[in-house]
């Protein structure tokens, strides 16, 4: 059987929102890759995302990353709440930033594991962007579909900012 | 009133609603961690700044030139 990748739905912010969220997701593939696109004209990086899974606030969020947020170097291991992005959406000091986040995730229905990785790039008007890759890990206490995904943000979201979910078959 | 935007896959409807208090409750919680994340990464920077241009300034009292402080 031939790969494919397949748009699943797509929740556009109107511009009034903190939080969006995509539910309902089909559960017709192996994978899911989620992207996020985001920007804002907020100082300090004011898309700063904490992105949850089936509106699932335990501690089964595990993420593994290492990045450049302009001139500075970083790596950190988290376990947490929920996957944070902070910073990866907006480099510095200055305002109207925008970003993209791409987050894949192997074996979205049906699994107690659901690993993937990530990567996010994001660009100021002013200063050079942050760049983030890691692995993480959804990790709930028994088998769960993942079936929504939702980003909460520290300021409202500007409006035409995205998610948007594509599945992947490969055998 | 904060809002929470969903759109629904299956359905392909789009609401717009109020958020719950556990939902504000959460988002409040995320935007004190980030004040404080913030706050912490002004201080690493400045700090940073600040000690680079002490060490610069100790070498070029002992004799390096501009250039040589840079290539290091």
Same mark, same amino acid.
């Given at each position: 059987?031939?790969?494919?990748?397949?748009?699943?739905?797509? &929740?556009t912010?109107?511009?009034?929102?903190?939080?969006?969220?995509?539910?309902? *997701?089909?559960?017709?593939?192996?994978d899911?890759?989620?992207?996020?696109?985001a920007?804002?004209?907020?100082?300090?990086?004011?898309?700063?995302?904490? &992105?949850?899974?089936?509106?699932?606030?335990?501690?089964?969020?595990?993420? @593994?990353?290492?990045? *450049?947020?302009? #001139?500075?170097?970083?790596?950190?291991?988290?376990? @947490?709440?929920?996957?944070?992005?902070?910073?990866?959406?907006?480099?510095?000091?200055?305002?109207?930033?925008?970003?993209?986040?791409?987050?894949?995730?192997? #074996?979205?229905?049906?699994?107690v594991?659901?690993?993937?990785?990530?990567?996010?790039?994001?660009?100021?008007n002013? #200063? @050079?962007?942050?760049?983030?890759?890691g692995? &993480?890990?959804?990790?709930?206490?028994?088998?769960?579909?993942?079936?929504? &995904?939702?980003?909460?943000?520290?300021? @409202?979201?500007?409006? #035409?900012?995205?998610?948007a979910?594509?599945?992947?078959?490969?055998? | 009133? !904060?809002?929470? $935007?969903?759109m629904?896959?299956?359905?392909?409807?789009? !609401? $717009?609603?109020?958020?719950?208090? =556990?939902?504000?409750?959460?988002? =409040?919680?995320? $935007?004190?961690?980030?004040?404080?994340?913030?706050? %912490?990464?002004?201080? =690493?920077? !400045?700090?940073?700044?600040?000690?680079? %241009?002490?060490?610069? =300034?100790?070498?070029?009292?002992?004799?390096? !030139?501009?250039?040589?402080?840079?290539?290091?």
């Amino acid at each position: 059987m031939a790969g494919t990748y397949d748009f699943l739905g797509k &929740v556009t912010a109107d511009g009034s929102s903190a939080v969006m969220t995509l539910s309902g *997701i089909p559960q017709t593939h192996q994978d899911i890759e989620l992207i996020f696109q985001a920007k804002t004209d907020a100082t300090y990086g004011a898309s700063s995302t904490d &992105v949850t899974l089936n509106g699932d606030t335990g501690s089964n969020y595990r993420k @593994t990353s290492w990045g *450049i947020n302009g #001139n500075s170097q970083y790596g950190e291991a988290s376990a @947490t709440t929920h996957f944070d992005i902070n910073f990866g959406q907006g480099p510095g000091i200055n305002d109207d930033m925008m970003g993209f986040l791409r987050m894949y995730l192997v #074996n979205y229905t049906n699994a107690v594991d659901h690993p993937g990785f990530y990567q996010n790039s994001s660009w100021d008007n002013q #200063n @050079t962007g942050a760049q983030w890759w890691g692995g &993480v890990l959804y990790n709930p206490s028994s088998s769960a579909a993942i079936t929504s &995904v939702t980003w909460t943000a520290v300021y @409202t979201i500007e409006a #035409n900012c995205s998610i948007a979910a594509y599945g992947i078959d490969y055998s | 009133m !904060t809002k929470v $935007v969903e759109m629904n896959c299956e359905t392909g409807v789009e !609401t $717009v609603r109020d958020m719950t208090d =556990a939902e504000e409750a959460e988002q =409040a919680q995320m $935007v004190s961690d980030y004040t404080d994340e913030v706050a %912490a990464q002004e201080a =690493a920077d !400045t700090k940073r700044a600040e000690d680079k %241009a002490s060490g610069d =300034a100790k070498l070029k009292a002992l004799g390096l !030139t501009d250039d040589e402080i840079a290539a290091r």
